[in-house]
């Protein structure tokens, strides 16, 4: 499942609490081999599942273990079930577990089936049926789909709820004929009777619990044909196109013989089903039938911005067909060795399919999420047993963190060491589960290297080199030499970050076009040196690339001559060093740096680093970095840039309102995205003579957008506009059926970011509509309710949200758990500051009566 393409899981503010232990896989001596899954469905709009599933359970060991206990017990995780019965076993459930005993314990290679019988109702997490909301036009367009990750298959389904378990799967869904029904595996028969349709599906590749998946509603679909005999076929909410549907998912056959191709491992499921809608968290590699949160679903403008990012969020979960799926993790510390792979796999398809710099770029852009995660607060191992709730593991240091380690051992090895190396990981561990050093030691058998170090430093222990570089060019002796140090140990103190070994190459090239490239390699030292010597010594330095080949994940403060700046940034081979050193010329800040990036940047061919630079400037916020954003955002058209370089006009300044407004004046020709920066840009600039346009944007239902992108934009604005009107506006909008169901939130962070700035009785009203949210069936909206209540420091509100709980599943409480931390200690920051505020105000009198007895003294 993906998460940095669409944030799933909010971030938070440390990793492990304090009250974090180690997790650990369960035992497995009684094991679950097999599910015969009977579901009915009698009316989706009840939301109301019938549930009988048999298991068979296997004793495969030796029976040899002293406590034969744990051959007579088994516990399923079972949450909230409503109506059980169990045949085949004794049994005792407590709401959460259902326990099964067996008087007789299991002897060696035996088997003993056990069904459960048993209703699930409205379920907390797992299964989602349709809310009644307005994001769907056709009310009528009803469904249900299950979405597990990370261990949410235990609100509808019996089963030990942990990846380590694998089960066949057979299927029996039975519901309301003008309904579609699809489950894992291929499909056996389709039987209708009485109105009731009963469709069979058969898995007989072992699946964890995470992955099981089926979905029952009035879908459209797509046939897309085959690939290698294996069908493809797309489905999705009726409301939706079948050109929509076509248009995101098409590439989908090409990236299936491409993966292949790149695995080097025939594609092994019966079919590749894909089915999007809006419960989806993102979107779930459940076998043979991929999950999608229906936003996925592009309309002809939305393509324009998004494609890109379906295209690699297709490749990532088709990726867990090997990673994650034929080879399953053991347990939760190991979630890297599907979730990197899958998000270093997307880079791979970019790398083959579009260009070298669209793949830095991407790759570039996964170091600066796992790099902003790694704040003094919160950094840990890629792989580690110490968290709160397996979800906490699902976040970037996982995804793009752990594809930069993937992606260094590829340069380690060489390519064909490693990919060969993959295969045979592949290969050896299909339909096992997989270990850290499982993975390890299939690079190691490929290229005879000893990889223990690497593993050590860069999964086992935390962090990332933090690179000092000095550049001195000594004209009279024609030589340059660059220092580079390694500064995390001292950056992060106290936290113990290790000294990292790795080769780090540099590359000068001169003014006469000769390239130098030399080598540091860092074992034990923080600081290595190296010398060019140039050929003669009128020859000058001309450019200069740190890691040339892009090999090695760190980040580098380092200045140069602002001629080598220049001549880097304008003609440097890739776009990585091009962004470095537009960098430092803008941290430069003087005007010959800046007059060269205003001059240059509008002839950078790529779009990424024009998307970057424009950031740079506005972190910068002098005014000659303001006027060449402006320059920037008027001759900006490349869709993926467009958005990102009008973010940047976030600042208040007149120029900047001015181009602004020229852009809104062409809205009709912007894309969702844009047209949403646009807005939130011109409400940064809190003049008074905008909210009349935004307040008409805000009403214009001819220009909500797919999914109201746009109308949640200008919502979003009218908050950052921070005037009562806007306010007062946003209070009456963000209630339920009210807005477009994907614009409530942006409006929500909107009154959130407004609230801050009224005076009390407003804030007030404020926290009172927030408080009404926090049990609003949207769970995006209820997520941002309780992030504005923190925000706004209500304490009073605590019993509330805690109230909540209910709401969540296990494993998404560990984040609620942190927002409740938050506001208990906005309560003793309150108190603290009305206690230091109290003592201001006694000092102060202190002083007036110490100078009124120095008066008396000086009068007497």
């Not at 013989?257 to 989806?280: M, R, S």
């Not at 902003?372 to 950094?379: L, R, V």
């Not at 506001?823 to 202190?846: F, G, M, P």
């Amino acid at each position: 499942m993906p998460k940095d393409h669409f944030c799933c899981k909010s971030a938070t503010s440390y990793f492990a609490s304090a009250n974090a232990v180690n997790h650990y896989a369960p035992n497995i001596v009684i094991e679950p081999k097999h599910l015969d899954i009977q579901i009915k469905i009698n009316d989706l709009h009840e939301k109301r599942m019938i549930g009988k599933v048999t298991i068979t359970f296997e004793h495969g060991g030796q029976a040899l273990i002293r406590d034969k206990k744990d051959l007579s017990t088994v516990t399923l995780n079972a949450e909230e079930f409503l109506d059980v019965k169990v045949d085949g076993a004794t049994h005792s459930y407590d709401g959460h577990q259902l326990q099964l005993y067996w008087s007789e314990p299991f002897e060696k290679n035996t088997q003993r089936k056990v069904t459960v019988h048993y209703v699930v109702d409205h379920p907390t997490a797992g299964l989602y049926f349709q809310n009644e909301d307005s994001l769907i036009d056709d009310k009528d367009c009803c469904w249900a789909i299950t979405d597990h990750e990370t261990e949410k298959a235990r609100y509808w389904l019996p089963t030990i709820d942990f990846p380590a378990v694998r089960t066949t799967l057979t299927w029996s869904i039975s519901a309301p004929s003008q309904y579609t029904s699809l489950a894992n595996g291929a499909l056996i028969s389709e039987e209708t009777e009485n109105g009731f349709t009963t469709t069979r599906w058969q898995l007989d590749y072992p699946c964890p619990s995470y992955l099981v998946c089926f979905a029952v509603g009035d879908f459209v679909s797509v046939d897309a044909g085959e690939v290698n005999g294996k069908p493809i076929k797309y489905y999705a909410a009726r409301c939706h196109s079948k050109e929509d549907i076509e248009r995101s998912f098409g590439k989908t056959p090409d990236m299936m013989n491409w993966l292949e191709a790149k695995v080097g491992v025939p594609f092994p499921w019966p079919k590749y089903y894909q089915i999007a809608l809006p419960a989806i968290r993102g979107a779930m590699e459940n076998i043979s039938l991929v999950t999608w949160i229906e936003i996925f679903v592009l309309d002809e403008i939305n393509a324009k911005e998004r494609q890109y990012i379906v295209d690699v969020v297709n490749v990532h979960e088709m990726a867990h067909t090997y990673f994650g799926d034929l080879l399953v993790i053991r347990h939760f510390e190991h979630a890297w060795l599907k979730e990197s792979w899958a998000q270093y796999m997307e880079s791979c398809w970019i790398q083959d399919k579009l260009s070298e710099d669209d793949f830095r770029f991407e790759m570039l852009t996964n170091a600066h999420h796992y790099i902003k995660e790694c704040n003094k607060d919160y950094m840990r191992p890629i792989v580690t047993r110490l968290y709160d709730t397996s979800w906490d593991m699902f976040d970037s240091h996982t995804y793009p963190g752990g594809a930069w380690r993937i992606h260094m051992l590829r340069g380690i090895l060489g390519d064909e060491a490693f990919w060969t190396g993959v295969k045979h990981y592949v290969e050896t561990f299909a339909s096992k589960t997989v270990e850290t050093s499982d993975f390890q030691r299939a690079l190691e058998w490929s290229s005879g290297l000893n990889l223990t170090r690497f593993f050590d430093e860069w999964l086992y222990s935390k962090g990332y080199p933090m690179l000092k570089g000095t550049f001195n060019h000594d004209l009279s002796r024609g030589t340059v030499q660059v220092s580079i140090t390694q500064t995390q140990m001292k950056s992060h103190a106290p936290e113990v970050l290790p000294l990292f070994a790795f080769d780090l190459e540099i590359e000068l090239t001169d003014d006469q076009g000769n390239k130098y490239l030399n080598t540091l390699t860092f074992d034990q030292e923080a600081t290595m040196t190296t010398t060019f010597v140039l050929k003669n010594k009128e020859i000058l330095p001309a450019r200069i690339r740190v890691d040339p080949n892009f090999r090695v994940l760190h980040t580098l403060d380092m200045s140069a001559d602002q001629r080598v700046l220049e001549n880097t940034a304008k003609d440097a081979e890739d776009i990585v060093s091009r962004i470095w050193a537009y960098n430092e010329l803008i941290k430069d800040g003087s005007y010959s740096a800046l007059k060269f990036v205003e001059g240059q940047i509008l002839k950078e061919p790529f779009y990424g680093v024009r998307a970057q630079v424009s950031a740079l400037l506005a972190k910068q916020k002098s005014g000659f970095a303001l006027k060449i954003i402006a320059s920037m955002v008027k001759k900006e058209s490349h869709p993926l840039a467009l958005a990102p370089v009008i973010t940047s006009c976030q600042i208040q300044d007149d120029v900047l309102r001015d181009t602004i407004l020229d852009v809104l004046s062409r809205a009709d020709q912007l894309p969702y995205r844009a047209h949403a920066a646009a807005l939130l840009a011109l409400a940064v600039q809190r003049n008074e003579k905008d909210l009349d346009y935004l307040l008409r944007a805000a009403k214009d239902d001819n220009k909500i957008g797919q999914y109201g992108i746009v109308r949640g934009g200008a919502l979003k604005a009218l908050g950052y506009h921070r005037s009562e009107e806007a306010f007062k506006y946003l209070l009456s909008r963000v209630g339920y059926n009210i807005e477009p169901m994907r614009a409530r939130p942006s409006a929500l962070g909107g009154l959130k970011y407004s609230a801050e700035w009224q005076d009390k009785r407003l804030q007030k009203l404020a926290i009172e509509t927030l408080a009404k949210l926090i049990r609003d069936p949207n769970i995006q909206v209820r997520t941002e309710a309780v992030e504005g209540l923190v925000a706004l420091q209500a304490t009073g509100s605590y019993q509330d949200v805690d109230s909540t709980r209910y709401l969540y599943s296990n494993d998404d409480l560990s984040w609620l758990n942190r927002k409740l931390y938050e506001l208990y200690q906005s309560s003793s920051s309150n108190d603290t500051t009305a206690a230091k505020e109290q003592v201001e105000k006694l000092e102060e009198r202190i002083r007036k009566l110490e100078e009124k007895l120095q008066k008396l003294d000086q009068d007497a």
